[in-house]
T-cell receptor, first 114, second 113 residues
Framework: KQEVTQIPAALSVPEGENLVLNCSFT??????LQWFRQDPGKGLTSLLL?????REQTSGRLNASLDKSSGRSTLYIAASQPGDSATYLC?????????????FGQGTTLQVKP | DVKVTQSSRYLVKRTGEKVFLECVQD?????MFWYRQDPGLGLRLIYF???????EKGDIPEGYSVSREKKERFSLILESASTNQTSMYLC????????????FGPGTRLLVL
């Protein structure tokens, strides 16, 4: 059974710092991996999606990498800002049939202090 | 922009009531999903649907049912609400291929007294 783990559960950094969030999964047979952001009491917003054939994806200050063989992904945030404070979730896509079922990690809650 | 809307942001219901949570998406997506999110347990899939009138059980379907009569609308039904169904409920949709991201609604926070 696929399990997704995110470490650390919480992280507090000063503004301007570069940081890395970690995600690991137990079964390397994934279709893709996605990173989401969730603000308190809100829904999820997609940040980056990495297909299984890709190694990384970039969007602005965000860079996500994927190493399927070791079952790991990282989300790198450059020059962090207070507005980056949120919970970050990674999810692997099992792609059962056509449904794209996602298995989520429990998230890393990030606080960026001014 | 994809828009996924949920009928209520907050709901308070009594134990034993029948509860309907509605989700509507405007991007003609084939796939729709219902999750619940609880502290310490993360997001768990309740049901999903990949076509009108089609449904599949997720990881925690007990106590829930769903309805998809139209492509854009996916309803979650709590036949007889219980206090352990107090949670945040999130709806999502995506294209059929599964290679694209899921788009989430804002969530419904349900309290069952």
């Amino acid at each position: 059974k696929q399990e997704v783990t995110q470490i650390p559960a919480a992280l507090s950094v000063p503004e301007g710092e570069n940081l890395v969030l970690n995600c690991s999964f137990t079964d390397s047979a994934i279709y893709n991996l996605q990173w989401f952001r969730q603000d308190p009491g809100k829904g999820l917003t997609s940040l980056l999606l990495i297909q299984s054939s890709q190694r990384e994806q970039t969007s602005g200050r965000l860079n996500a990498s994927l190493d399927k063989s070791s079952g790991r992904s990282t989300l790198y945030i450059a020059a962090s800002q207070p507005g980056d404070s949120a919970t970050y979730l990674c999810a692997v896509n099992l792609a059962m049939g056509n449904t794209g079922k996602l298995i989520f990690g429990q998230g890393t809650t990030l606080q960026v202090k001014p | 922009d994809v828009k996924v809307t949920q009928s209520s942001r907050y709901l308070v219901k009594r134990t034993g009531e029948k509860v309907f949570l509605e989700c509507v998406q405007d991007m003609d997506h084939e796939n729709m999903f219902w999750y619940r999110q609880d502290p310490g347990l993360g997001l768990r899939l309740i049901y999903f649907s990949y076509d009108v009138k089609m449904k599949e059980k997720g990881d925690i379907p007990e106590g829930y049912s769903v309805s998809r009569e139209k492509k854009e609308r996916f309803s979650l039904i709590l036949e007889s609400a219980s206090t352990n169904q107090t949670s945040m409920y999130l709806c999502a949709s995506s294209r059929r291929t599964g290679s694209e991201t899921q788009y989430f609604g804002p969530g419904t926070r349900l309290l069952v007294l």
